[in-house]
């Protein structure tokens, strides 16, 4: 685990409590122990944090993880991963009665009440990063320097992270059609990370 520096950004415990249990539910404790150790966070494995995390925290575990595994394991374990966060943000950071409003209204308004707590939030899941939201030609989501990424190259977009938690918010409080794909990935040498969203 990287030492503390104050100066240092930030990011929620789920980026990395719910990598080390999609990693167990789709291969083994010895594989995700090794991950972990490679990206220097054996003590976040034996002490889940609760709190938030430093981001290079982040960036060195999803680096290792691509390392360790083909790309499309990598991308099936990141991809689960985000479900399960948007599963505990469900569960325990969105109220109830919002909740059901959101479920209530025509995707489009429900979609942009959404978007507009997420945006609130977003420095609890870029670190450093910037989000930001368009909703013309077609609505995208954008993260410019995230932390998933950060120094990486790749052929593909690897922010299945970003996509899972996205579209399971999206499936469950919006539209349970919503696919939530990036379009243009950092890892590839480009400026942003986009994703795009559909629901139709």
């Known amino acids: 685990m990287t030492e503390h520096d ?12 719910r990598m080390a249990q999609a990693l167990r539910h789709q291969h083994d404790e010895p594989l995700t ?10 003590d976040h494995l034996t002490h889940p944090p609760t709190t938030m995390v ?3 925290d982040v960036t ?14 990598a991308a099936a374990v990141s991809l689960e991963a985000g479900h399960l966060t948007g599963d505990y943000l469900l569960a325990n950071r ?10 209530l209204l ?3 308004p429900s979609s942009r009440i959404l978007l507009k707590a997420i945006e609130r939030n977003a ?8 989000f930001q939201v368009s909703h013309r030609p077609n609505l995208t989501l954008t993260i410019t320097n995230s932390p998933l990424c950060r120094d990486a190259q790749s052929a ?13 918010l999206f499936q469950v409080l919006v539209h349970p059609e919503t696919r939530v794909t990036e379009t243009q990935c950092a890892a590839a040498g480009v400026a942003h990370c986009v994703f795009e969203v559909r629901w139709r």
């Open 106 to 108: 025509p995707a489009g």
């Open 94 to 103: 969105i109220p109830k009665p919002v909740q059901s409003i959101l479920k």
């Open 6 to 17: 104050p100066t240092v950004a930030r990011i929620g415990p789920n980026s990395i409590t």
């Open 123 to 130: 420095w609890t899941f870029t670190g450093s990063g910037q």
């Open 60 to 73: 060195a575990l999803h680096r290792a993880l691509r390392e360790a595994l083909s790309p499309e394991q």
């Open 33 to 42: 122990t090794r991950i972990f150790e490679a990206a220097g966070l054996t």
């Open 156 to 168: 593909h977009p690897v922010c299945d992270y970003y996509a899972g938690t996205f579209q399971r």
């Open 54 to 56: 430093d981001e290079r």
